[in-house]
């Protein structure tokens, strides 16, 4: 653990080399990352942080920013840039960093990501009652079932097209996040202001953009703009096979692209 601005965040920390920041999805916490942090850490000092009130990280009751957490963590840690790769809602935090502390980033790595401020479009929104329905959001057996169903197996593939631990395993990780969404439901969360969904213009460093093929089509939609918009943005080929939890359903593309972009 580590305080920072006032919180102790959970954090595991392996290899030497230039720093590397992993920043999991909205649906998980930094376990998501169990296939990446050996790999990269043989290049690179590897951090993998659950994000405040995610996890084992504690949240007070008092305002904050993501954003600002992360760039609190490269203090506490006396770090003056690093890295950071992202899935999902913590792609959107990495987004939100570079933009709100531009000189402490070095790189981008987006796999699968959200953007901040970007609305879902009415076809995801149709996707989402076909495929789930109405969920008691109380219930988090119920809605973590519902969000895997969605977002780890997606909306071109059945349950049976993916592996079973897979499914256990993200399904564990998201009981425990909308425990977590719960609680930040009743914390004042700083946004990033403007979001980011209309700035990708100035994200002035190497940025590299992965999706998974099978992932839904607003995820894939962010990957193109933000390629078409982000001065030095790199493009990977969607990923077969694969939906939103990529780097943990296909570890090894996911690695070798990271080794080789990352600074």
């Known amino acids: 653990m580590i305080e920072v601005n006032g919180a102790l965040l959970a954090y595991e920390e392996v290899g030497s080399g230039s720093p590397v920041v992993l ?3 909205g649906i998980a916490d930094r376990r998501m990352w169990r296939e990446q942090i050996d790999a990269l850490a043989t290049r690179h000092r590897v951090i993998a942080l659950d994000l ?3 996890g084992e990280s504690e949240l007070p009751p008092t305002p904050f920013a993501h954003h600002h957490d ?3 963590l490269l203090d506490a840690l006396g770090l003056t840039r690093a890295a950071l790769v992202g899935c999902s809602f913590g792609g959107a935090v990495a ?8 000189d402490r980033v070095s790189a981008l790595a987006l796999l699968g990501t959200a953007v901040s401020g970007h609305e879902w479009s009415e076809q995801t929104n149709d996707l989402w ?3 789930v329905g109405e969920v008691d959001p109380e ?5 973590a079932a519902g969000e895997v169903r969605f977002w780890v197996v997606g909306p071109e593939r059945s349950p049976e097209d993916v592996d079973p631990q897979l499914i256990a395993f993200a399904t564990a990780m998201d009981e425990r996040a909308l425990a977590a969404e719960l609680a930040l439901s009743a914390v004042d969360i700083t946004e990033l202001d403007p979001p980011a969904v209309d700035r990708l213009g100035e994200l002035g460093i190497p940025v590299l953009v992965g999706v998974g093929a099978a992932d839904v089509p607003d995820i894939r939609q962010l990957a193109d703009r933000i390629a078409a918009e ?3 943005a790199v493009r990977l080929p969607d990923v077969p096979d694969a939906a939103h939890l990529l780097p943990l359903e296909r570890p090894a593309p996911v690695n070798a692209a990271l080794l080789d972009f990352l600074p």
């Open 23 to 25: 920043l999991h999805a």
């Open 52 to 54: 405040r009130g995610y």
């Open 70 to 72: 992360v760039a609190g």
């Open 95 to 102: 987004i939100d960093t570079a933009l709100a502390h531009p």
């Open 129 to 131: 009652e076909t495929l």
């Open 139 to 143: 219930d988090f057996a119920a809605t």
């Open 230 to 232: 982000a001065p030095q």
